[in-house]
């Protein structure tokens, strides 16, 4: 096989699956996710979907990207010529991810600056829909670019892509390197100043609360298996591309109990330090936590700058943090997705990586300008809520199905697994893949159908 460009170190590669996983998923996705459904009680349906789907489909594509060493569609392709199609539309998905997610990552670094004199004023959400993203009043009205969003998402690119140019262990590997510690820190001095404001203790008591008796409801589990495809970026293609870049020793089972347990852990602790937070503004305005809980945008830039305007103290220095840490976190997954069919398109058709960053990463690029309209919001709902209701679920189906129950590859890429790591797998690999998981995702699809016919 070709000479095919390799991380530098071990940690050099879990470094980079960390940085995909890490994203705006576990800051603002996971804490209102696990709220909403059954807080406490979340946990187990959580914790069910990590073991039984999310550690062993994290097994699986890695396996596939270092068995067969090539980007998704390639590795597919090598396993069964009939499979390569599956490879393409994981990346598809991560081709519409991206043009969406970089536009985020815009307004973050927006806001990194906007932060620091809280120029937001006092109606943050006045602001983000008036002043900052323009928004046109009529759904579907393009209307003109945005310079305040369109200038940090060229920023985006540009980083991006110069990244992407520099290749796997100059470019994605260092990147990672350094975003990675300076996230944690710049997230961990938040997360304790959140433990220790007025209110804490209200806050974490509101989201640990366990509600028992959500927990017998189907769309908990499906909420708990959303969450953890999303948070793990597995049935994007991306951890089978990353992969691929290992060398030939490498342990695939541990790396992969590594990277999963590192982005649960960030989950959590971003979970603390949102709930924290709410409970100190729920404390100050003398309302309960569960009326001003949020996630995604509204939680990040709405309620965020809202509570940072009463912050005692150090407003500024905590908000650049803030939003810093989303800018970071968003930074390594955007690089992870656009290295997916920056890699397809490499390995397909047999062209440099610098022409491949030029075409493919070019190609979101520009379609991303899209999103920094002044009707982008209203794209990037629709691109949202159908990547989250068409993609995840019924992506993810269909590979371990395929994988599975029609070209019977299970077993083989297992055997592979084992032989690189002390840690083996059993038959309960098998069964998660091959049935639960299969059962689970299936019904997820059908729930997302009929809730859309309706
Ligand atoms: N895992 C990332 C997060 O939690 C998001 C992501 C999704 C990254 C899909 C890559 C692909 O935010
Ligand atoms: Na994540």
Same mark, same amino acid.
Do not use: G, R
């Given at each position: 096989m070709e000479n095919r460009e390799q991380w530098g170190t071990r940690a050099g590669f879990i470094l980079a699956a960390v940085g995909s996983a890490v994203g705006l998923g576990n800051i603002w996705r996971f804490p209102y996710v696990a709220f909403e459904n059954g807080g406490g009680a979340f946990f187990i349906p959580y914790l069910f979907a990590l073991l039984t789907a999310g550690i062993p489909l994290l097994i699986m594509e890695f396996t596939l990207g270092h068995k067969y060493r090539g980007s998704a569609p390639l590795s597919y392709a090598r396993m069964n010529k009939k499979a390569e199609w599956l490879g393409w539309w994981q990346v598809a998905i991560a081709f519409v991810i991206s043009t969406y997610y970089a536009v985020i990552i815009a307004w973050a670094i927006a806001y990194t600056y906007f932060a620091i004199g809280q120029q937001w004023g006092d109606a943050p959400s006045d602001f983000l829909y008036g002043e900052y993203l323009q928004l046109s009043e009529a759904p579907g009205q393009i209307g003109s670019l945005v310079p305040s969003v369109f200038i940090p998402l060229i920023l985006v690119w540009v980083i991006t892509l110069g990244v992407l140019f520099k290749g796997v262990k100059k470019g994605i590997e260092k990147a990672n390197r350094i975003f990675i510690p300076v996230l944690l820190?710049? !997230? +961990?001095i938040i997360v304790v100043r959140a433990l220790t404001l007025d209110g804490a203790a209200l806050g974490l008591e509101t989201f640990f %609360?366990?509600?028992?008796?959500e927990i017998m409801s189907p769309s908990v589990w499906v909420a708990a298996y959303g969450q953890i495809f999303f948070s793990l970026s597995i049935a994007f293609a991306i951890m089978v591309t990353y992969a691929s870049y290992l060398p030939r020793k490498a342990d695939i089972n541990n790396n992969a109990f590594i990277a999963a347990f590192s982005n649960s852990s960030v989950e959590l602790l971003a979970g603390f330090g949102v709930f924290a937070t709410l409970g100190f503004m729920a404390?100050?305005?003398g309302v309960a936590v569960e009326e001003i809980a949020a996630g995604g945008i509204g939680l990040a830039f709405m309620v965020f700058p809202e509570i940072l305007n009463s912050f005692p103290g150090l407003n500024g220095f905590f908000g650049f943090l803030f939003f810093g840490s989303l800018v970071f976190a968003g930074l390594s997954s955007l690089i992870s997705i656009v290295e997916t069919f920056v890699a397809g398109v490499q390995d397909k058709f047999k062209v440099s990586r610098a022409k491949a960053v030029m075409i493919g990463g070019g190609l979101s690029a520009l379609i991303s300008l899209l999103f920094a309209t002044q009707g982008g919001l209203y794209f990037l709902d629709a691109a949202d809520y159908f990547i989250n209701t068409f993609g995840i679920a019924l992506a993810g189906l269909v590979s371990v199905v395929t994988v599975s129950w029609f070209l019977k590859e299970l077993k083989p890429l297992q055997d592979h697994a084992n032989t690189t790591s002390d840690f083996r797998t059993g038959l309960w690999w098998k069964i998660c893949l091959g049935i639960i998981t299969p059962l689970v995702l299936g019904y997820m !699809?059908? +729930?997302? +159908?009929i809730?859309? +016919? %309706?």
């Open positions: 820190i710049m !997230f +961990l %609360k366990p509600n028992w008796s404390t100050t305005q !699809f059908v +729930l997302n +159908l809730d859309n +016919l %309706k």
